[in-house]
């Protein structure tokens, strides 16, 4: 099945610039797709619930350190979005966030998740009588947090590791324990204890990483065995402390993303991989070309727009109207799996087991 490739070989592969190998890489890694995921492509409406975040990472555009207006949706404007996700057949939510670990927040969000299940039964024309797939992406929680939250009805969360190089973490972040790298691989395992179906992932293209730490990353993924993995270029923020470093050119880190997503389709050929929108962000078909090369998981924006701008963890984040600009949904060459969870493979044959 999985195709096993060397830290060697898949260094090589990252910094060849032919033509000709990302070309075959594509064409073998769409192929290994097609046999184990198939064709489908599954949809999970991005709901951007709050910009509010006690983190101060060094490369995001809604650090806490960083002045800008901040939000928090009501409940009632997320199950509306939820509500909409369900009529047009996504099957799935997405709720992101900055990170709070209050008990107001953490309230809240378990209200959102229970009236989201509730929802297949008032959505009238809805086809399939099916409660919406729910997927977390609200940071760093206590295990306690996760398992409330996992019983309320969510079942996949998104947290990624950013990078599996320790001292490249700690560059990229502030050095305090809120921004520990041991911190988050601790999560990362309260996440699989509770029983998720886990999303990890890293940036690409930051400033200071090496191709042989992507390799690193990888391996890390692969070893960890992730679920499902959402991962995509770093874009700077003119507003954060490592904008101006030296990193690789768009284009480059665009191809480099778009190798990454194959490789990783060829090492764990039974996953969930993101089209990510730092992709869209950085080539107008950019989640076609990662759908080409590997993905099988795209995630139309859903936040409402009074929100959408004030959530801008990069530059150039194109908002839900500019995100079907190119109408990616007219493409016939893309098979979207309407109104399904689309759950992951390995998560599906690993707990069946
Ligand atoms: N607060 C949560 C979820 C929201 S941030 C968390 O951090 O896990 C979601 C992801 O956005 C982060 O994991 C990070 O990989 C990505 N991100 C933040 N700033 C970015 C940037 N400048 N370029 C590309 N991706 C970025
Ligand atoms: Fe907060 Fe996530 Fe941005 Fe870090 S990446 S500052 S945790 S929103």
Known sequence: ????????????????????????????????????????????????????????????????????????????????????????????????????????????????????????????????????????????????????WFEAGAHRYLLRIETSNPTLYSKIHPNNPLHSHTTRLKALNFLRECGY???????????????????????????????????????????SPLYGLTIPEDNIRFTISLKMVALLRLLMPDINIAATTAMQTLHPYGRELAIKAGANVMMPNLTPSRAAKEYLLYEKKPTHIEDNKNDIFKNPDIKFGYHLWGDSPRFLSKNSK
């Not at 070309?23 to 489908?40: C, R, T």
């Not at 999970?44 to 006690?54: A, F, K, M, T, Y």
Request: aromatic letters at 6%; proline letters at 2%.
């Open 197 to 239: 179906q886990v999303g990890s992932g890293v940036m690409i293209g930051l400033p200071y990483q090496t191709i042989e730490d992507l390799a690193d990353d990888l391996i890390f993924l692969k070893d960890w065995g992730i679920d499902m993995c959402g991962m995509g270029p770093y874009i700077p923020h003119h507003k």
């Open 1 to 148: 099945m999985e195709i096993g490739l060397s830290r060697k070989e898949l260094v090589n592969i990252l910094k060849d610039e032919s033509e000709d190998v990302l070309k075959s890489l594509i064409d073998q890694s769409y192929s290994v797709k097609l046999a184990n995921v198939g064709e489908s492509v599954y949809l999970r409406g991005l709901v951007e619930i709050s910009n509010i975040c006690r983190k101060n990472c060094l490369y995001c555009g809604i650090r806490s350190e960083n002045r800008i207006q901040r939000y928090l949706l009501t409940e009632d404007e997320i199950i509306q979005q939820g509500e909409y996700a369900l009529k047009q057949g996504y099957g799935s939510v997405v709720l992101q966030g900055g990170e709070r670990c209050d008990s107001e927040f953490i309230d809240m969000i378990e209200r959102v998740i229970i009236r989201l299940k509730g929802l297949s039964e008032s959505v009238q024309d809805s086809v399939y009588n099916r409660p919406l797939g729910i997927t977390l992406s609200l940071g760093e929680q206590s295990k306690e947090t996760y398992q409330r």
